[in-house]
T-cell receptor, first 114, second 110 residues
Framework: EPEVTQTPSHQVTQMGQEVILRCVPI?????FYWYRQILGQKVEFLVS????????KSEIFDDQFSVERPDGSNFTLKIRSTKLEDSAMYFC????????????FGPGTRLTVT | SQQGEEDPQALSIQEGENATMNCSYK?????LQWYRQNSGRGLVHLIL???NEREKHSGRLRVTLDTSKKSSSLLITASRAADTASYFC??????????WGAGTKLIIKP
């Protein structure tokens, strides 16, 4: 069964460093998402992406964040200058349609900023 | 902003018993979804119920939706130790993003 994959599974970085989290969505999916979950807290929407541009973004997704689909398969989330509070689990998701069906989630990348 | 809020925050029951978790939200939705998360792991989709549906079943799962009360419930029947996890509701509104509740931590005691 097709699945969303994410790499790395765990990333440790120092404050101020740039990180790129990678996702490979399911191949026929057109809509892509990033969410994050700070330890012990609820999942929060970051950004949605369709047709090579951002569809929606939350207040969390400030100028330090960017997303890109550099080729036909990868979908990346870049954090330019990490802060301690960026430590969280980052989930990528994809789906076929804009709405009304399941979003398929990857296993997540645990980002630890020291 | 719309939010799913689950209750209880934590639930501990004996294996074989039924577990009921509730979710409330604030604004109109297109659908409501339930996910499971094992400790520190990924999010597993359980069931999606659309705003025009009132009840949906999937195996041992039963979900209800009451749009007049802006609430949903997830019932897991004949619970098993493997059901131990956190359960989240997530609502999808006109913006198509998922808005998540804080989750219910379910512990099934053998």
């Amino acid at each position: 069964e097709p699945e969303v994959t994410q790499t790395p599974s765990h990333q440790v970085t120092q404050m101020g460093q740039e990180v790129i989290l990678r996702c490979v969505p399911i191949s026929n999916h057109l809509y892509f998402y990033w969410y994050r979950q700070i330890l012990g807290q609820k999942v929060e929407f970051l950004v949605s992406f369709y047709n090579n541009e951002i569809s929606e973004k939350s207040e969390i997704f400030d100028d330090q964040f960017s997303v890109e689909r550099p080729d036909g398969s990868n979908f990346t989330l870049k954090i330019r200058s990490t802060k301690l509070e960026d430590s969280a689990m980052y989930f990528c998701a994809s789906r076929v349609m804009a709405s009304g069906d399941e979003q398929y989630f990857g296993p997540g990348t645990r980002l630890t900023v020291t | 902003s719309q939010q799913g809020e689950e209750d209880p925050q934590a639930l501990s029951i004996q294996e074989g018993e039924n577990a009921t978790m509730n979710c409330s939200y604030k604004t109109s939705i297109n659908n409501l979804q339930w996910y499971r998360q094992n400790s520190g792991r990924g999010l597993v989709h359980l069931i999606l119920i659309r705003s025009n549906e009132r009840e949906k079943h999937s195996g041992r799962l039963r979900v209800t939706l009451d749009t007049s009360k802006k609430s949903s419930s997830l019932l897991i029947t004949a619970s098993r130790a493997a059901d131990t996890a956190s359960y989240f509701c997530a609502t999808e509104g006109h913006l198509y993003q998922l808005i998540w509740g804080a989750g219910t931590k379910l512990i099934i005691k053998p």
